[in-house]
Every structure is written in C-alpha cells, then in structure tokens.
C-alpha cells in the first residue's frame, strides 16, 4: 500500500459563471477540487493551508477513519477549524472501501465551491467485480450561487427566513448551454462506439436531490457510496446530496451527441428541461458536427422525471442490494427511534419583526427528536470528550421522540417547540445499533438524506406512512441489504438502519441538506474505546487545531 501527499491550499479564486465573475473559495485555485485517486489500502496524508478569510476544514466524506477520528472534519464536532493563516494535516488509511467518495469543507456553507471526487479503485492485485471499463469519468453535481454562499446562509439566520436558493445546477462545475453564458464551457465526456465507461456520479449539491440521465441511455448501476452492488439497469438515478453513484454506461447508440442531464427532485422550481436542468455532453467521436446546409446539431434531448416524481425515485432506491451477502447484525443491543423534520419557532423578543422574516413571525428550524442541534464553539466535542472538559455537551439525546403522533400529519407546531441543545447519545464499542429515521411533517414533509460519519450501515427496510413495528420488522432485508453513508428518507416515510459502533469517537449525524444542518437536523453519537489493543481512538496529532 502506497501513502499519497497532497497539498491544499484553500484561497479565494476569481471564478466566472452565468455572465458574472465573483471571488469563490476554492482548493488549489480549482473548481470542482483536485480529484484524488488512491487503492484501497492507501494511506492519505494531506497538508491543508487556509489562505482565505473564513474558517475552513475538508471532511473526507464517507471515509470510515478507523481510530483516526480527528481527520473527519466537521468543525466543532471532531477539530476546531484551520484559521486563516493556518495548517492541519489530515492522515488517514482507506479501509475495505472500493468505488467512489468525495471531499468537501464542513464549514458554514464553503462546501458550495469546496469540494472533489476521492476513487478508490480495488486493492493491487484484485480487479473490479465488472468488466474493465475503457474510461472513468467523474460527474460532480453541484449548486452555484452568484453570489457568497456564506453570505446566503448568514443572511437566512439573522432573518430566520429561508435562505436563497442557488442561480445554477452544475456539472462538474458548469451548469451547462441551457444557461445564459455557459453553452461554451459545458463539459464534453468523449465515448468511442461500443465502448463501456464508469461514470462516478456524486451529488455535492448543497440543498438538492438530483436526478440524473443521459438521453437515449441505460445505465448499470455497480456501486454506491463506495460498496459494490448487485449490478442493476435504469434509465434514471436519484442522488441526494453526499451520495454517489457508479453506473457503466456504453456507446451503443447512433454516433451522435447526447445530453447528460441533473434535474431536482423535490423542489418547488422545477418544469422539464428547463434552466433547472444543468447539461453536459456525451459525444461519440464520429458524431457528424453540423447538417448538409452547415448548421451545428443539437444534442439529444433526454426525458426526464418531474421534480415530484417520488415513484421513480422511490423504485430506484428500492432496487439496491450488496454485491455479495453481508453480516448483517441480528442481535440488536441500541434500538432506536430518531424522528427527522423541519419546524417552525417562535422569534426571541429581541429579534427585530422586520428580522423574523419565517412563516407568520417565526423562524425555521428543524430537529431529530426535538431536539434542535447547536455546535460548541471552544472545543471539539471529540477534545472534550477525550480531555473530559466539562460543559461542552451533554450525553441526553433521546432513544426516541418525547411524545408520539402520526408523524406524516399535520400537526399543530404548538405540540412540537424543538428545544435546542448539544446533547449526544453514548454507545459502547462494539454494541449493534438499530435506527428508525422516521420522517415528519410538521411543518413541511421534505426528503432528508441523512449522512452518519464514521460509519457505513446498512438500509434494511425503508417505508412510507408511519413505521409500524409490528408489520415492517417482518420486511427487513438482513442478507444482502445495500451498505452506505447517506440514506435517503423518503418524504412521508421513515428508513431503518443497522451499524456496529466498532469505530471509538464522536460522529454526527445530520441531514446533508446544508440547509437543514443550518437549523439544527443533526445529533452526534459519542462511541466510546473498547478494551483491546486496536479498540481505541489515537492520540490526536501534533497539529491539532485547538479553539
Ligand atoms: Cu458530507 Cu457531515 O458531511
């Protein structure tokens, strides 16, 4: 196994989209990031410098850290952030996990421009479960904002509105020609007749679940969050933001050019094929460039799902399974019931009306078992809990909601004020937990992809309505149910997931819609040293941002 030295150096770039050049934060002056490709079994060692005005830290997402949990990046979860002028070298070792995961800053909204693919390709020596693709083509779906996305989210909390929605979808950083001033930068992904590429599709859109298609296509679908999978065929697939997505794609259609198209599932703003659509380009190289009289070709148009398409959505999760049959635990030593949803709150009296710009003189918030969750600010929660600070956070987060009703309801928010807190729930090393992400509406029914660090668990059953123990314990899938980091839960309907907490340290847990961990859709999980020689946590190193 091979270590890879990587330099980041964060700073602001110039950076020009849709007609308008603005200062965005990025990582070596680029836009998506560096992609890093590394083996599994490789070991990462990357020195990140902070040269711009904002705290920053890079979350390897989806990367187990096995006892290296002060590389995981969240800021205040597992380090206090680089400062300007600053330096942190994250070191950690890829684990058993094949495929594709990505990077991304875990501060404040930088994630917007701050972020890039990490491939893990199979251990040397072993190959891919399918056949060797001709070529790998990373697709990074993401959101751009004309302008300062800190800015966007600093505005939504001093008001309590929602926060503006972004000015662009983009691949690989363009939106693409159904934008203004972008047809001539959309990105062009080559194909040779007959060829087979993987396409490693990674939502790092802050606030979007996608669709994502090529027209006149089939993709196979191979991996998802860095696990192989049972390889299945669809036209479409649906990524919530954190996820990705590994699809074999072949050049078996008429040489000609192609749309690759990301559309948003569940957003109000959504018609067909419209400036809501962000494009690239599949082009086979015979394509014929213009017709008889010399006018250029338009590529082909794809047909995509409505943005409400929760069917189409819904039978594409449905058909993931692991490649091979998996232990999963059957034993379940944690059962526990976290309900996800946004809310509304009432403003605190000091804050100015024409300030409180929510729904009728509230604000947003949103919650995991009524509890709204909020960052320290002089510690990590993992230096806390390693030096036994005091004060930091509390150990009370609940086992399950305070009180029950039919989640999928309206109900009067008055039955659901979230109280806010930083409160973690204590896991023994090695114990089998079991969740229940179950889905409200309190105020609106969203779609939450809820990401858990450290970790990969498995989707054993997923629903709509209200999860009823007695009847959908009989559908949970314990053989081969699909592995990951994200699990998307359904709007109106819950997910269950099982993990053993055999990695020691603290992991939150949160809604990957950037939004959402704004108001507070997170908690975090204090997964404490076992008793053997390779049970516990390292010692941090050296240089450690402290606070
Ligand atoms: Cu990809 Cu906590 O995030």
Not at 80 to 109: D, K
Not at 169 to 179: F, K, M, V
Not at 354 to 360: F, I, K
Not at 453 to 469: C, M, Q, R, S
Request: aromatic share 10%; charged share 15%.
């Amino acid at each position: 196994s091979k270590v890879h030295y990587h330099d980041f150096l964060v700073q602001a770039t110039p950076v020009k989209r849709l007609c308008k050049t603005h200062n965005a934060i990025t990582v070596n002056g680029q836009f998506p990031g560096p992609t890093l490709e590394v083996n599994n079994g490789d070991t990462l060692v990357v020195k990140v410098t902070n040269r711009a005005r904002y705290n920053v830290t890079i979350h390897w997402h989806g990367v187990r850290q096995i006892r290296t949990g002060w590389a995981d990046g969240p800021e205040f979860v597992t380090q206090c952030p680089i400062r300007p002028g600053a330096s942190y070298t994250y070191r950690f070792t890829i684990q058993g996990q094949e495929g594709t995961l990505w990077w991304h800053a875990h501060s404040s909204w930088l994630r917007a421009t701050v972020y890039g693919a990490l491939i893990i390709h199979p251990k040397p020596g072993t190959t891919y479960p399918f056949t060797k693709p001709a070529r790998e083509t990373p697709i990074l779906l993401g959101e751009w904002w004309d302008t300062n996305p800190v800015d966007v989210v600093r505005q939504a909390t001093r008001t309590g509105a929602a926060p503006n929605v972004s000015d662009a979808y983009t691949i690989n950083g363009q939106p693409g020609d159904l934008y203004n001033c972008s047809s001539k930068d959309t990105v062009i992904v080559p194909i040779d007749s007959g060829e087979t590429h993987l396409l490693r599709v990674i939502n790092a859109a802050l606030n979007q679940e996608l669709f994502f298609t090529v027209a006149n296509h089939q993709f196979t679908v191979v991996g998802a969050d860095a696990a192989y999978v049972k390889p299945f065929s669809t036209s479409v697939i649906m990524l919530g933001p954190g996820q990705t997505t590994d699809v074999l794609i072949k050049g078996d259609q008429s040489p000609a050019r192609y749309y690759m198209a990301g559309t948003p599932y569940q957003s109000a703003q959504n018609a067909p094929f419209d400036n809501t659509t962000t494009t690239a380009i599949l082009e086979y190289k015979t394509a014929p460039c213009c017709t008889s009289k010399g006018a250029k070709i338009a590529p082909v148009s794809p047909s995509l799902p409505a943005f409400n398409d929760t069917p189409t959505a819904t039978a594409f999760a449905s058909k993931f399974r692991s490649l091979r049959r998996v232990e999963v635990p059957k034993h379940i030593d944690e059962n526990l019931f976290f309900t996800v949803g946004l809310g509304l709150q009432n403003c605190p009296r000091n804050f100015r009306s024409r300030r409180c710009q929510g729904p009728n003189g509230t604000r947003f918030t949103s919650s995991m078992n009524n509890v709204s969750f909020v960052l320290p600010s002089n510690f990590s929660l993992l230096q806390a809990h390693k030096q036994r600070i005091p004060n930091v956070f509390t150990t009370d987060f609940p086992a399950s909601p305070p009180l029950k009703f039919d989640y999928t309801g309206n109900v009067s928010r008055s039955l659901w004020q979230p109280q806010t807190g930083t409160k973690l729930y204590r896991l023994k090393y090695g114990s089998t937990v079991q969740i229940v992400l179950q889905g409200t509406s309190i105020f609106a029914a969203e779609n939450h992809p809820i990401h858990l660090h450290g970790y990969d668990f498995y989707i054993v059953a997923e629903g709509f309505g209200n999860f009823n123990p007695r009847t959908d314990t009989a559908k949970f899938n314990l053989v081969d149910p699909p592995q990951r980091n994200t699990v998307g839960v359904p709007v109106n309907g819950w997910a269950v997931i099982r993990f053993v907490a055999d990695n020691p340290g603290v992991w939150i847990m949160h809604c990957h819609l950037d939004v959402h961990i704004t108001w507070g859709l997170a908690m975090a999980f204090l997964v404490e040293d076992g008793v053997g020689e390779l049970e516990s946590i390292e010692p941090p190193p050296a240089d450690y941002p402290v606070c």
